[in-house]
């Protein structure tokens, strides 16, 4: 087979920002005869090329998939707006990077959904695939559309888009999905009857074989499917043996640099900690652990076929990975002294230990500290079960002036449930005892001035968190606050050593309706995307007139979604799927986090959550 | 210890840029298991340097970079060693061990030659014209073109950078000054030929290949930087 051929032309190659976005062939590539196969699998990621390449679960599918014989796994990121317009004058269907061969042509197209931001990108997809974008107006032969990754776990808003959505870790059912679409394929079934099929696998979610209808107020009276033998509720499929899964020993390695261009070391899954407003701490319950020994090989290989010089380390909190010590010596003293591989830290909890490691691997004067304390008071800290103390962080941070850093970042939320006006001044107080603390450093031992910069988000409200049913602040109230905080940081004493920058409010109102919409959001986004939007989680494309026209279109209000309080009863958008941790667990949580009661971690003590359900993981790890 | 290595850019491969295409050998080395040098610090790098970058889209059978190396293996495998980690688009033709204190391959490089050829949109009538027209260009005392930088546009005499230019076939081939001294590219002698001729210049007409890169020998005659070192056995 000829790996040469291209579906773009010299000229537009030429013509187009990094032509190396769209020719593939990179380094471990998987190359087969689509000939020699029975299933063709696009897997797209709806960014452009270098933030696609830096997703570690596509890479761990696209191992996995190109792992069975019968299958060839291709990939597919979106054309960046100049390629995009060039397609569209010229007709030239959107293609994989392997083959260079329509999508159209497959027998799968698989979007990841890591972001809500990312959803008007989809209908880009599927348009310049020539793929309907509504999915009743599929029909035999066209590709099916599937759906997966965090966003899936409220996937009404696009549920109309999609054939299947995959909810859990993609290791564990679509091996069955392609034996069921083989079988179905030799019986000559119909796009319907197929469907069908795939809504009996586990962690399968068919949207069109569901009914939903609503009450007046614009809430869901009723979920329910529409056929006998397609089930109520969707469970959430996850990998019980991490060590078992399959891992890409030899990743991809982009010509261009990717934003992640380093070897990914995945160290676990989940989060002991139980963060409130975190739903990736909910939803990859139970925690599971790699072991150190499997860890330390992957990282052998991984360097080894890459030929990458950094490895950096992937997880929701890596102070929690138990041999994480022995992990890091490794890293340091096999592959670091010896192989020349650097290996970049994510963000640890600062201690001594994180210290230390942090001298070794780190040039002080460069590399700056990290605290993600999300509020700036105890009280507001209790309320989103954040365990990370004023004294804790003062802590840290005078170990590490002690140790020549005087570089500090913050990251904090603002609009998070409860919050006062005092809470949000506590964010500069913060700052500033940290800043005063530095003065406590004999002057021999400083290294520079004193740098603190801070940053706030705008707290957005996730599904299957506690604070699904909480009330998103709307964005002017944010902007006031955000703007009183800027204000307070300017009159504290230390003001000329401290920096605070915060989000901009409409990305997040339009990112707090997607993660908690239902379907009648659908149209919008499709109005949306027809007057222009694409690429909207890029402030330089994002136009926020052309969305609010969307929603006027549609008679759709914002607010319902954003700002306003969900009582414990309402039938929520996601309520069919089972995440295993239980609705009660999350109401329980929510009414704590009012009253300002913190959780213990899983280590520390069982909360029975449910995810117990699942059989494995921190929840029948032995107390030590 | 410092070799030098001669290998291709062909194909897809024109459209990775220079930058990339060093961070592209830095991880074909590593993973070829070749014991490369580093320099020292918190940031150590691979102790590589580039002969003539190559502007995205020509390709090229001609292209240099020097590395020091802690360790050697024979010139024949070094070739088999990289060339087994290559994708498809650059291969490896020949490795070299350079004398110490030897001048890198950058600040050696004084010429390099190319053939271009006509590839889509443009008339068969035009491109003849353009081959017959090549000698009389070079007849001109001076060949002045416009150079267009971020800030500023100057009207530049290329006369001296060409060396040669004539039909080689149905190709234009052209020998042309490179290097620190004065480096010009193949694409504004091209423009300039079209300009000479008055032929609309459409820069996605003309695929540019390097054939070589060269420097001057003690004689001053231009020779391949192989000319350097010699074969590791």
Known sequence: ?624 | MTVRIKYTKTGNFKFIGHLDLMRYFQKAVKRAGLDIAYSKGYSPHQMMSFAAPLALGVTSEGEYFDAQFNTLVSSDEFVRRLNAQMTEGVEVRDVILLPEKAKNSMSLVAASDYHVTPVQGFLEEEWDRLLRGAGKLLEQEQIEILRKTKKSEKVEDIRKGIYKLYADGNQLYMLLAAGSEYNLKPELVTEALCGFLSIPYNRAAYQVHRLETYMKNEEGALVSLLESGTKIQ
Not at chain 1, 66 to 80: F, K, L, Q
Not at chain 1, 330 to 355: C, H, M, Q, T, Y
Not at chain 1, 384 to 398: W, Y
Not at chain 1, 421 to 443: M, N, Q, R, S, T
């Open chain 1, 1 to 624: 087979m000829d790996m040469t051929k291209r579906a773009l032309s010299d000229e537009i190659l030429m013509q187009v920002e990094k032509p190396a976005r769209y020719i593939g062939n990179e380094v471990n590539m998987v190359k087969k005869n689509p000939a020699d196969v029975e299933i063709r699998f696009a897997m797209c990621f709806p960014d452009v090329y270098e933030i696609g390449m830096s997703h570690l679960g596509m890479q761990i599918l696209y191992d996995q998939f190109n792992r069975r014989e019968d299958t060839y796994c291709e990939r597919v990121y979106s054309p960046w707006p100049d390629l995009d317009r060039i397609m569209r004058e010229k007709n030239i269907p959107l293609f994989t990077l392997e083959t260079q061969s329509p999508v159209m042509d497959f027998d799968f197209l698989g979007i990841t959904l890591q972001y809500e931001m990312c959803y008007t990108n989809i209908l880009q997809i599927l348009a310049l695939s020539g793929i309907p974008i509504w999915a009743k107006d599929r029909g035999n032969g066209v590709p099916f559309v599937f759906g997966g990754g965090p966003c899936s776990y409220n996937p009404e808003p696009i549920a109309d888009f999609f054939d299947a959505f995959y909810i859990g870790e993609g290791e564990v059912s679509y091996d069955k999905v392609f034996d069921v679409y083989q079988a179905a394929k030799r019986e000559n079934l119909d796009r319907e009857e197929i469907l069908y099929r795939f809504s009996k696998i586990p962690g399968i979610y068919i949207p069109s074989m569901y009914e939903v209808s609503y009450k007046e107020d614009g809430t869901i009276r009723a979920f329910f499917p529409k056929r006998e033998g397609v089930p109520e509720k969707i469970q959430k499929q996850l990998v019980m043996n991490l060590d078992e899964a399959p891992y890409p020993v030899k990743p991809l390695v982009p010509y261009i640099r990717a934003t992640q261009d380093r070897v990914t070391l995945e160290i676990m899954r989940g989060c002991i900690r139980g963060c409130r407003f975190c739903q990736a701490g909910m939803i990859y319950r139970p925690t599971r652990l790699k072991s150190v020994e499997v860890l330390k090989q992957y990282a052998r290989d991984m360097v080894k076929s890459s030929g990458y010089e950094e490895i950096s380390l992937s997880s929701l909190s890596s102070s929690d990975y138990q041999c994480l010590k022995e992990l890091t010596a490794f890293l340091i003293e096999e592959l670091g002294e010896k192989e020349g591989v650097n290996l970049s830290l994510p963000s640890l909890r600062i201690d001594a230990f994180s210290l230390d490691v942090m001298q070794r691997v780190q040039d002080i004067r460069k590399s700056s500290l990290t605290f993600a304390p999300e509020a700036g008071t105890q009280r507001l800290r209790d309320v989103i079960n954040k365990g990370l103390t004023e004294e804790e962080i003062l802590n840290g941070a005078m170990q590490a002036f002690h140790g020549g850093w005087n570089k500090v970042k913050f990251y904090f939320m603002l609009g998070l449930p409860t919050e006062t006006e005092e809470d949000a001044e506590g964010i500069p107080a913060l700052c500033e005892k940290v800043a005063e603390a530095y003065d406590h450093i004999p002057k021999e031992e400083r290294t520079g001035r004193v740098s603190i910069t801070a940053s706030a988000s705008f707290f957005v409200p996730k599904p299957f968190t506690p604070f699904q049913w909480a009330a998103m602040l709307d964005g002017d109230t944010y902007s006031d606050r955000a703007h009183h905080v800027k204000d307070v940081f300017r009159k504290q004493p230390k003001a000329k050593s401290m920096k605070f920058h915060y989000h901009e409010s409409y990305v997040s109102v339009l990112e707090g309706v997607f993660a908690r919409g239902d379907r009648k959001i659908a149209n919008v986004i499709y109005d949306a995307y027809k007057s222009g939007c694409i690429f909207d989680a890029w402030t330089e494309f994002f136009d926020y007139e052309k969305w609010l026209a969307a929603f006027a279109k549609n008679g759709v209000s914002m607010d319902f979604y954003t700002t306003r309080e969900r009582p414990v009863e309402e039938v929520l958008p996601w309520d069919f799927i089972d995440i295993g941790v239980t609705k009660q667990f999350l109401a329980s949580e929510w009414e704590k986090a009012k009253q300002g009661v913190v959780t213990p971690n899983c280590r520390e003590s069982c909360s029975g959550c449910g995810a117990a359900k699942f059989g494995g993981g921190v929840c029948y790890d032995r107390k030590n």
